[in-house]
C-alpha cells in the first residue's frame, strides 16, 4: 500500500504565496516522477505541473511563470511553490505519483488539500 500526504494548503489573498508538499510512504521504491492536479469548485481536474525522471517539467499554461514543481527523490517528496497567486487558483490541489507495483505500474492520488485565494 502506498500513501501520499499532502500538507501546505491554505488561504491567502491575491499575489501571496503558498508552497504545497506531497511525501510518500509505504510500499513505494522510489519516487522518480509526480504530478500536481487541481479541482475548482464546480470544474473538471486539470493538470498544473509535472516533473519528469530527467527533472523535465511541465506547466499549464495558466500558472506557467508562477508555479514552480520540485522533487526530492531522497525524501521521496514532492512540492509545488505558487506565487503570485490569483483567485483563480482557488482550488483542490492533488498530487499525483506513478509507483511500480510487482509488474504493474500504478498511479496514487493524494487525498487533495484546498487553496483558497481570496481578498
Known amino acids: 500500500q502506498v500513501d501520499l500526504m499532502e500538507s501546505g494548503g491554505g488561504s491567502v489573498q491575491p499575489g501571496g504565496s503558498l508552497r504545497l508538499s506531497c511525501e510518500a510512504s509505504?510500499?513505494?521504491?522510489?519516487?522518480?516522477?509526480m504530478g500536481w492536479f487541481r479541482q475548482p469548485p464546480g470544474k473538471e481536474r486539470e493538470r498544473v505541473a509535472t516533473?519528469?525522471?530527467?527533472?523535465?517539467?511541465n506547466y499549464s499554461d495558466s500558472v506557467k511563470g508562477r508555479f514552480t514543481i520540485s522533487i526530492d527523490r531522497a525524501k521521496k517528496m514532492g512540492s509545488l511553490q505558487m506565487n503570485n497567486l490569483k483567485p483563480e487558483d482557488t482550488a483542490v490541489y492533488f498530487c499525483?505519483?506513478?509507483?511500480?507495483?510487482?509488474?504493474?505500474?500504478?498511479?496514487?492520488w493524494g487525498q487533495g488539500t484546498q487553496v483558497t485565494v481570496s481578498s
Open positions: 499525483v505519483v506513478p509507483y511500480v507495483s510487482g509488474s504493474q505500474t500504478k498511479v496514487k
Open positions: 509505504g510500499d513505494i521504491v522510489s519516487m522518480n516522477t
Open positions: 516533473i519528469e525522471s530527467d527533472d523535465r517539467t
